[in-house]
């Protein structure tokens, strides 16, 4: 198993930018698809853009392309989302995710999660 620990979260005023990062610990990220989701309060918890294992492939939902870059340094076993030009609606808890599989879009399908980290966009 791998343990996951998200940093970077904070208030930001719509149009900013923030990096979060997801440190692992256990097991390298470049053992897994690794993803990051985000759950709104009163909300379901909803996939926002994913690495492959191998790290050719990046995955985005729609609302996030041109914005929100995934990034994976493997020496440091740790996995960025960069987010630039955050909106209102960007505020959700960020939460890093592992697969031991390919990339999936449901959160059901991944094995290990962090705790999370809140993003705040005012606006």
């Known amino acids: 198993q791998v343990q996951l620990v998200e940093s970077g979260g904070g208030l930001v005023q719509a149009g900013g930018s923030l990096r979060l990062s997801c440190a692992a610990s256990?097991?390298?990220?470049?053992?897994?698809?690794m993803a990051w989701f985000r759950q709104a309060p009163g909300k379901e918890r909803e996939f926002v853009i994913a690495?492959?294992?191998?790290?050719?492939?990046?995955y985005y939902r729609d609302s996030v392309k041109g914005r929100f870059t995934i990034s994976r340094a493997n020496a440091k076993n740790t996995v960025y989302l960069q987010m630039n030009r955050l909106k209102f609606e960007d505020t959700a808890v960020y939460y890093c995710?592992?697969?031991?599989?390919?990339?999936?879009?449901?959160?059901?399908?991944?094995?290990?999660w962090g705790q999370g980290t809140q993003v705040t966009v005012s606006s």
């Open positions: 690495i492959s294992m191998n790290g050719k492939s990046t």
């Open positions: 256990g097991r390298t990220v470049s053992s897994y698809a």
């Open positions: 995710a592992a697969l031991s599989w390919t990339f999936s879009r449901s959160a059901d399908e991944y094995e290990n």
